[in-house]
């Protein structure tokens, strides 16, 4: 297809579908997250995912995109004026971030990655955060963390400067919601359940609507961070499905052999973390080496939610497990697996361990920062609101105690 200028036109369309797939990919957690949680609390944790929907939105034009990709200031963040209020975002193309789309697709299409990453954080503390204390943190997390991150690895920081690679979000996105969801079980602690209560999920259909929204949405979220309808998101692609079906499988058949029986939530929950673990290796590998990390991501992970279980850790929907170890590991295997001839990148398996090197370093320093920074912010969070919801609000539901509804209306009307 001919081009404008130096924009192409396929090129633009296809980093617009793929944003409207990410963008998808918000609801499509809230599915997922209402489905695995209480009836009580159906529309509580829905409503942590839309609501980041708007909140992000707009800090992203009043400076989160200019803080993330504005002018390298010390390796540390952008130039915060640069792009404030979509200032110098526009029709033209910018070098940097995707030479043939304008930068106004650009920033769109970053938009969606920056909404979604804070509302992954909701399944760890589901069922026990009040919504004035997440308002809080979804604002002050979206500026400390998340920002701070997109520079330092898509914006031309120090981890890029380093060598870093991370295709679509192993680190900007999973790894840094997953320590951040670690940090806030331990903080807020476990949820407070009457006897014989149970945790199981609800609505297990809505858990496989929104896997399959989260899946249709990640091929979006992986192929389009090509930014241009060519090889590389053709095999992002194709890894993506690849690397989720494998750890799908796997998750399945380990847990079948593990607890007796092949239950759907299992099969989802592999999915996901198979979804999530490529994703920062999907533009640098060849397909074969999805079918490992798809192997690894389930193993792996299963056996840190057992783990989880073991040490009491009342992370709720497992989010740290799934998300935060599948983005470590799949950063690790980035440098492991990476070969020139997919994107330019080297890994250790072609002999380059000094990117094998940068991968496990970039990974810790950032595991490190983000449960550092998320823990200090609930703290200060807590002085000026409480975190946590006292325990009748916690008893009756979130739903009609802080919100006034119920996503059920059994009784054929309003009490």
């Known amino acids: ?103 106004l697709v650009f920033f769109g299409y970053q938009e969606m990655f920056a909404i979604i990453t804070p509302a992954l954080i909701t399944g760890a503390f589901a069922d026990r955060v009040s919504f004035k204390a997440f308002l809080a943190f979804l604002v002050g997390w979206s500026l400390l963390v998340y920002i701070p991150f997109a520079h330092w690895i898509w914006g031309g920081g120090f981890l890029a400067q380093w060598g870093l690679v991370d295709f679509a979000g192993g680190i900007v996105v999973h790894l840094s919601a997953g320590i951040a969801a670690l940090a806030s079980v331990i903080f807020v602690g476990r949820r407070k359940l009457a006897p014989g209560e149970s945790t199981a999920p609800h609505n297990i259909a809505f858990v496989a609507l929104g896997t399959g929204l989260l899946w249709f949405g990640w091929f979006g979220f992986n192929g389009g961070s090509a930014l241009a309808a060519n090889g590389i998101a053709a095999t992002a692609f194709v890894n993506t499905d ?58 792996v992970c299963y056996a840190a939610v057992r783990f989880r279980m073991r040490r009491s850790l009342d992370d709720a929907l497992d989010v740290w497990g799934v998300h935060g170890v599948g983005g470590f590991i799949g950063i690790v295997l980035t440098g492991a697996f990476a070969v020139a001839t997919v994107n330019g990148v080297k890994g250790a398996i072609q002999g380059d361990w000094k990117q094998f090197g940068v991968q496990c370093a970039g990974a810790a320093i950032t595991a490190v920062y983000s449960f550092v920074i998320t823990m200090a912010l609930l703290k200060v969070i807590n002085v000026f609101t409480p975190v946590r919801v006292d325990e009748v609000v916690e008893t009756k539901g979130l739903d009609q105690e802080l919100h006034g509804e119920t996503a059920y209306d059994l009784g054929g009307g309003a009490t």
């Open 242 to 299: 690849i690397a989720g079906s494998v750890a799908m499988i796997t998750w399945l058949v380990v847990a079948w052999w593990r607890e007796g029986k092949p239950t759907m939530t299992g099969a989802l929950t592999g999915a996901v973390a198979g979804l999530a673990t490529v994703t920062p290796a999907a533009g640098y590998v060849r397909p074969w080496a999805a079918v490992l990390i798809g192997l690894a991501s389930a193993l």
């Open 1 to 103: 297809m001919g081009t404008i200028g130096h924009i192409s036109p396929g090129d633009t369309a296809f980093v617009l579908v793929s944003g409207a797939l990410v963008a998808l990919m918000t609801p499509g957690l809230a599915f997922f997250y209402g489905g695995l949680v209480r009836r009580k609390n159906v529309l509580a944790i829905m409503m942590q995912s839309f609501i980041a929907m708007g909140v992000v939105t707009a800090i992203w034009v009043l400076g989160g995109f200019s803080l993330a990709f504005g002018r390298d200031i010390h390796g540390l963040i952008g130039n915060p004026l640069q792009y404030f209020a979509l200032h110098n975002v526009g029709m033209a193309p910018n070098p940097a971030h995707g030479p043939t789309i304008p930068f």
